[in-house]
């Protein structure tokens, strides 16, 4: 009676966190269809803008500290750190188009705020993918010395060279609007990795993953299409469906915490268990037992000895438990 009991208070556990994370994204695909029923480039539609980017910064943070152990935390951290940057770039903007209805002056405070949220942003996907197991050796890092060069390229031919064609009120107004081509190279870069990367096989990965290359493409759009953007264009969806679907709550991203098992949950009795995981319990029983007793060449389960060597083999080491 016990284990049913143990069993029923860990099912919410369980279901509390996916819960919460699809009710955020469909609160958030609501909010973005609210936004883009304001008025085009009015106050309300610029503070609603804040306002969903404010939500999911929160959203990060509430959900890497209830979902995720303290060594998985820091990359989300800084995903959130990253985008409260531009949080606050895009709320300085709203300010300056309320009270003084115009832009800010370039560079600016917001700029700042900008540009220093893409290389936390950056950091916190190279964490994920350290702890995925990305591989570190000399041909790995040639790989990705490779891409960056490649994209650096393309991002210079196409979106930073030319500014040195157009022009600007101040030479540092210039070097500004190349700033933002130039650290976009760091996401490309990521989401080039991500797309590679050992742990596309769950779901939170693929969102995250989504999240990175919705705002890469955000941003390269407006690259091509900065002098006739307006606030409420359809680009602002690419940024928007970022924010939430990065905000949707932090999860694990590699496949390990499926095998974990909750303090909290019942062990596994080996007399109620199926087949493989009943022989290989009784099988590791039995091969302790006989430890103390048999030299080392003898540490077989006897009972063992008529199956394919595959499966006595497999019986010690229990490997053949699907549930371990």
Not at 138 to 164: E, H, K, T
Not at 169 to 182: D, F, I, K, Q
Request: proline share 7%.
């Amino acid at each position: 009676m016990t284990p049913s009991i143990l069993t029923v208070r860990a099912l919410p556990a369980r279901l509390r966190a996916p819960t919460a994370a699809w009710a955020f994204t469909a609160a958030g695909l609501v909010a973005i269809g609210v936004y883009f029923l304001l008025p085009s480039g009015s106050t309300a539609q610029s503070l609603f803008f804040v306002v969903i980017g404010c939500a999911s910064v929160g959203a990060i943070f509430i959900g890497t500290v209830r979902n995720l152990p303290r060594g998985d935390r820091l990359a989300w951290h800084l995903f959130s750190l990253g985008l409260l940057g531009q949080v606050a770039g895009d709320a300085i903007f709203a300010i300056y188009e309320i009270d003084l209805s115009r832009e800010p002056t370039s560079p600016s405070v917001a700029d700042a705020f900008y540009l220093g949220g893409y290389p936390l942003l950056a950091v916190g996907i190279w964490l994920v993918l350290r702890k995925l197991g990305g591989q570190t050796s000399r041909v790995a890092m040639l790989d990705s010395a490779v891409i960056f060069c490649g994209v650096s390229l393309l991002q210079w031919v196409f979106f930073i060279d030319p500014y040195n064609h157009q022009h600007f009120g101040t030479e540092s107004a210039r070097l500004v609007a190349m700033a933002y081509p130039a650290v976009d190279v760091l996401l490309l870069v990521g989401v080039a990795q991500l797309l590679v990367g050992p742990g596309g096989r769950t779901t939170a990965y693929r969102f995250l993953v989504t999240s990175v290359a919705l705002w890469v493409v955000a941003d390269e759009v407006y690259g091509l299409t900065a002098s006739t953007y307006q606030g409420g264009q359809w680009i602002d969806a690419l940024w928007l469906g970022s924010y939430v679907v990065w905000g949707r709550g932090p999860r694990p991203v590699h496949g390990a915490h499926r095998a974990a098992r909750s303090p909290n949950a019942p062990a596994v009795d080996p007399n109620q268990a199926g087949p493989p995981c009943r022989s290989v319990a009784r099988c590791a029983r039995d091969s302790d037992h006989r430890e103390q007793r048999s030299p080392p060449r003898a540490r077989l389960c006897n009972r063992d000895r008529g199956r394919p060597a595959g499966l006595a083999r497999a019986c010690p080491a229990q490997r053949a438990c699907p549930h371990r």
